[in-house]
């Protein structure tokens, strides 16, 4: 269920968008075709908001205000084109509320808000699978969750470093383990993830997980930063220490 939900909530998004649309563009055809071309901006906004932190508050508001302008110039995108080569229509035709970049906005977040919301309600309490499978050299492999301590992508190849010494060589992209992993994993560069629950000692620029270090890329330093942080507070004899 988690792994389609968000497909899932899209589709259901984009027929709901229409059906409010609908008033507005007077037919059900016109008013789905505009809520389709106004997703990729949804899903753009979804993607990068993330990724936007308040830590520094003045690096936070400037993101935000890039995000919002380049979110905007997507769905005027989809909006323009949508009116002129698929409906024939010409600019004059778009409601104005349609180009009220404050609506567009109001419109995005709702959106957005409730995914996190549905989300949060159905996956906060969510069993953690205690095995995964997947395919290493033609084989099938299952191992604990718990027993990865990293993954580490090399060149075309993704390598699952386990406690016990054992690695396993697979094709399945780094990205793509980020989407299957549960949040007892933390991504800290383009070519790591780690067990958050194995980590014994962080600083600013890498982290120690076993005899292993691994530094800390600047893309998810702050993100980083805020999740082992808040470990610590809510785990008092967390074995996470900052050095």
């Not at 323009?80 to 035709?93: A, M």
């Not at 980590?199 to 600013?204: A, G, K, P």
Request: hydrophobic share 45%.
């Amino acid at each position: 269920m988690k792994k389609y939900f968000s497909i899932i909530y899209w589709i259901a998004a984009t027929i709901i968008l229409s059906a409010i649309l609908v008033s507005i563009l007077k037919t059900y055809s016109a008013s789905l075709l505009l809520s389709i071309m106004i997703l990729p901006g949804a899903l753009f906004a979804k993607y990068f908001m993330k990724d936007i932190s308040f830590k520094n508050r003045k690096s936070g508001i400037i993101h935000s205000l890039y995000l919002a302008l380049a979110t905007l110039f997507i769905v005027y995108l989809g909006i323009f084109s949508s009116y002129w080569f698929l409906l024939k229509l010409g600019s004059d035709d778009c409601p104005d509320i349609m180009l009220n970049p404050i609506f567009i906005w109001l419109l995005l977040i709702s959106f957005i808000g409730l995914e996190k919301f549905i989300a949060y309600k159905l996956f906060a309490t969510e069993y953690k699978e205690k095995y995964i499978e997947f395919i290493s050299d033609r084989k099938k492999i299952s191992i604990e969750i718990d027993s990865i301590k990293y993954i580490e992508s090399k060149d075309d190849e993704v390598w699952i470093r386990t406690i016990s010494g054992i690695s396993y060589r697979t094709r399945m992209k780094i990205s793509q383990w980020e989407e299957v992993l549960d949040n007892r994993f933390l991504r800290v560069h383009r070519s790591f993830i780690v067990n958050k629950n194995l980590i014994c000692q962080y600083n600013s620029s890498l982290i120690v997980i076993g005899d292993k270090s691994i530094e800390i890329s600047r893309k998810y330093k702050e993100k980083v930063l805020d999740e082992l942080s808040m470990a610590q507070s809510a785990i008092p004899n967390s074995n996470i220490h900052n050095i």
